[in-house]
């Protein structure tokens, strides 16, 4: 079956006073239809850009995406603007991405407007109480939502043209705990009803968790371990992917105090600054001197791809079991 | 002995729309060497709380007392809180830019407060200051000493902050969200580094934070807010093996999390209160899953005598905790 998206050599170069900085480093990437991926990693890892360059909201510098086998790398903005069907995004911050001057009405049947299109207020309505809105609230400003019900209106927003893939960039780390949860549930719900791909991008492991049935982790533009859900958190292969996880506190106070936890030297690296070889090896409790000099491929091990010379093949084990 | 004695504070902000009462009746303790997480989402009154330790509110009306190691906060002129501030309690904050000077190296930021507090030579000063730069693991401190702020990454500049802390020896550490903005591998090395701190100077500290996680990791006791009041304080293990209010049950089971089952999670059903327009009656009722009559009118207090609730039907045993 042909992938939904498919990024070949995805290249993202910046140009910035002090140099270029490559965000994204030749990604590739397959995304099937109704399948929701998770895009994990650190501040600076690249994966809020390769968000944009999905939905183009960036032009790659290098490198090709394919929507349902189409070349949708080049395509002018108006060739793109029928695509925008298919293709949708939701932010972080739900207010600033929300026009304070439009009421919820206008907000959520803009993509199909923007298309020509008509939305019948029936229509938007329907939206609105999919995700768990009234439709009374059709004439009403953003100021008078909450955060967690601005981001209802966000998903309304990119859910009302039946889009096939949505990419949804942290859309619930601006969110209360107990606000966060309301909005994964309606996220993982919407995608089980409408038959969503979603590309999921989190530095919250745990949510991602909650969400995705594929992670990828990604560490300074690269990929460094892909696989399915239970294989990324049950038997993490990459050492940067083990070190996140036991870095994550667990809200366990026992689980807390017996557990081992890798604690990385340093800082991130700088994608200005790359480091030679893998680019984890500063920071990696593994590195020997091919990791300094070679840079380690995606390879399939045990189940998952890996971007490493030396793959953890031990048990993992969050905390020990109390 | 308690270093931090907290009775009965309230803060309240008055605005065009209102009045806000942001803490209401807050009471708890913090002991020497001990460390308390105070725990809520935002607008529970975590923040403010720890600003009026400070004696930091200028425009709010802040009523009750506020112990600090035999001083009292409240009411107390500039001269005597900033002699505390200097000298007794030292806070961190989320964001270390907004507390360093952008145009002074930090070196010179970190040696002026002992100067300030402990009459120090210049010199002498200087040295101290690279020397806490090295406790706090800043690698090349006598150059370091000599950068900006700007010069310096997310994790280093907190770092850096936690240097500037301890510069005047305190007793008491307040901790406001100091990892909420760093990335998680970096934030495991912040919280190690406020642990060892705390053992080896026996300070007492006050963490406050979102998550549930953190609060995990360094706390022994935990106060869990909520709309401005404590609905629930015990140590650590007690607070999440048998949690006892239905809103820290509910904040558990909203959690994320990276072992168990990965389906639905449990959602606090509703949104957060204002401050502005507060509930009659226990503020977590329009919420509350498990809510009765009482709950609508009578204000529920903290009951118990090492874990405590502030819940009416945790008091009268109809829920089994």
Known sequence: MTPLLKLDGLTKTFHTRRGAVRAVDGLDLEVRAGETLGLVGESGCGKSTTGRMLVRLLDPTAGRITFDGQDITGLSQRRMRSLRHDLQIIFQDPFSSLNPRHTVGSIVAAPLRAQGEEAPRHLVQEMLELVGLGAEHIDRYPHEFSGGQAQRIGIARALVSRPRLVVADEPVSALDVSIQAQIANLLARLQRQLDLAYVFIAHDLAVVRHVCARVAVMYLGRIVEIGARDVIYGSPAHPYTRALLSAIPLPDPAAERARERIVLRGDPPSPADPPAGCAFHPRCFKAAARCRTERPRLTEVNGRRVACHFPELSPFELAPPA | ?321
């Open chain 2, 1 to 321: 002995m308690s270093l931090l004695t907290v009775r009965d504070l309230t803060v309240e902000f008055t605005g065009p729309k209102g009045t806000a009462r942001a803490v209401d009746g807050l009471s708890f303790t913090v002991d020497e060497g001990r460390t308390l997480g105070i725990v809520g989402e935002s607008g529970s009154g975590k923040s403010v709380t720890s600003l009026a330790i400070m004696g930091l509110h200028d425009r709010a009306r802040v009523t009750g007392s506020i112990d600090v190691a035999g001083t009292e906060v409240v009411g107390a002129g500039r001269e005597e809180i900033r002699a505390l501030r200097g000298r007794r309690v030292a806070m961190i904050f989320q964001d270390p830019l907004s507390s360093l000077h952008p145009h002074y190296r930090v070196g010179e930021q970190i040696a002026e407060a002992r100067r300030l507090h402990f009459g120090a030579s210049r010199r002498a000063a200087h040295k101290h200051a690279v020397q806490l730069l090295a406790d706090v693991g800043i690698p090349d401190p006598g150059e370091r000493a000599g950068d900006y702020p700007h010069q310096f990454s997310g994790g280093m500049r907190q770092r850096v902050m936690i240097a500037m802390a301890l510069a005047c020896e305190p007793d008491l550490l307040i901790a406001d969200e100091p990892t909420t903005a760093l990335d998680v591998t970096v934030q495991a090395q912040i919280l190690e580094l406020i642990a060892t701190i705390q053992r080896e100077r026996g300070l007492a500290v006050l963490m406050i934070t979102h998550d549930l996680g953190v609060v995990a990791r360094v706390a022994d006791d935990v106060l869990v807010m909520y709309a401005g009041r404590a609905v629930e304080r015990a140590d650590v293990d007690a607070l999440f093996a048998e949690p006892r209010h239905p809103y820290t049950r509910g904040l558990l089971g909203s959690l994320p999390r990276l072992t168990g089952p990965a389906g639905e999670l449990t959602p606090i059903a509703g949104t957060p209160p204002s401050p502005l327009t507060p509930a009659a009656g226990c503020p977590f009722h329009p919420r509350c899953p498990d809510r009765i009559a009482t709950c609508e009118t009578v204000r529920p207090d903290l009951e118990g005598t090492s874990h405590q609730a502030a819940c009416h039907l945790t008091a009268t045993k109809k829920v089994t905790p």
